[in-house]
């Protein structure tokens, strides 16, 4: 089968960095997505691991270690703006079908 | 990146009735699209996949005659949500991959059903 486990909530100031993790456990690995999606909305593609280490895009960072099954996405000089879930998902054993975590709502206060 | 566009966003039918949803790439062929659904605070599930061509290949404990899905051309796939009741109230997504994996979203379609 397959497991994606990220935390429900975080909380985090305007202008401070936060590191939302999500853990998984798949057969066949092939890759793992990070998606943002405000309220209402249909998600957007953040970024994209198969490679072990860190991927840089901008203020946003996601690191993959498939030996822990285990990444995370790093949000730098928070905005007000990246208020919204964050869902980690990952490819389905053998296929390129992505199963989704529940996904971590993040809230930015002033 | 890719376009898919979905309509209509919102629709609000009455209980019995049947609603359709459509699923449109418009600078891509997709030859595989992706129906999710999602309630409020929860994570998007998958209902089935859209093959263009054959028929759907619906997840488990999803009702094929309920959810009927049609992939007709390489750009359009259709959600029909037949009989609708209350408990069918929520938000539909479709999706394309034209990579890897990576999907490129509709703008979703919110269903009520009175």
């Known amino acids: 089968g397959q497991n994606i486990d990220q935390p429900t909530e975080m909380t985090a100031t305007e202008g401070a960095i936060v590191q939302i993790n999500c853990t998984y456990q798949?057969?066949?690995?092939?890759?793992l997505f990070w998606y943002q999606q405000h309220a209402g909305e249909a998600p957007t593609f953040l970024s994209y691991?198969?490679?072990?280490g860190l991927e840089e895009k901008g203020r946003f960072s996601s690191f993959l270690s498939r030996s822990k099954g285990y990444s995370y996405l790093l949000l730098k000089e928070l905005q007000m703006k990246d208020s919204a879930s964050y869902l980690c998902?990952?490819?389905?054993?053998?296929?390129?079908?992505?199963?989704f975590g529940r996904g971590t709502s993040l809230i930015v206060h002033p | 990146g890719a376009v898919v566009s979905q309509h209509p966003s919102r629709v609000i039918c009455k209980s019995g009735t049947s609603v359709k949803i459509e699923c449109r790439s418009l600078?891509?062929?997709?030859?595989?699209m992706f129906w999710y659904r999602q309630f409020p605070k929860k994570s998007l599930m998958l209902m089935a996949t859209?093959?263009?061509?054959?028929?759907?290949?619906?997840e488990q404990g999803v009702e094929k005659d309920k959810f009927l899905i049609n992939h007709a051309s390489l750009t359009l796939s259709t959600l029909t949500v037949t009989s609708a009741h209350p408990e069918d109230s929520s938000f539909y997504i479709c999706?394309?991959?034209?990579?890897?994996?990576?999907?490129?979203f509709g703008e979703g379609s919110r269903l009520t059903v009175l």
């Open positions: 999706s394309a991959s034209v990579r890897t994996g990576e999907l490129f």
């Open positions: 798949t057969s066949g690995f092939n890759g």
């Open positions: 691991n198969v490679l072990d």
């Open positions: 998902a990952v490819p389905r054993g053998g296929s390129y079908i992505p199963t």
């Open positions: 600078d891509f062929q997709a030859t595989t």
């Open positions: 859209s093959n263009e061509g054959s028929k759907a290949t619906y």
